[in-house]
């Protein structure tokens, strides 16, 4: 479960390397909103985009499947993991 306090550290270390929402939305190729969405709280993660961002936030423990990634493949991955 994501707290407060992860949300603030999350938060914390994109301003400690310089990077904004706008930077790690355009990183992992999602929209702006779906990135504040999460540091804010409002998104938890769970499914697509919001699953790819609190994951590479460092917000959810899981793996970020690839564009083109079949469900089996992404299965596979997850198991090796």
Do not use: N, Q, W
Not at 7 to 34: C, F, Q
Not at 48 to 64: F, M, N, Q, R, Y
């Amino acid at each position: 479960m994501t707290t407060k306090a992860h949300l603030e550290e999350a938060r914390s270390r994109l301003s400690r390397i310089g990077k904004t929402a706008a930077d790690v939305a355009a990183d992992l190729g999602v929209s702006t909103v779906v990135v504040r969405g999460v540091l804010d709280g409002r998104l938890k993660g769970a499914h697509g985009d919001a699953h790819k961002v609190a994951v590479a936030l460092g917000l959810k423990d899981g793996i970020i499947v690839a564009d083109g990634m079949t469900i089996a493949e992404a299965i596979k991955a997850a198991a090796a993991a």
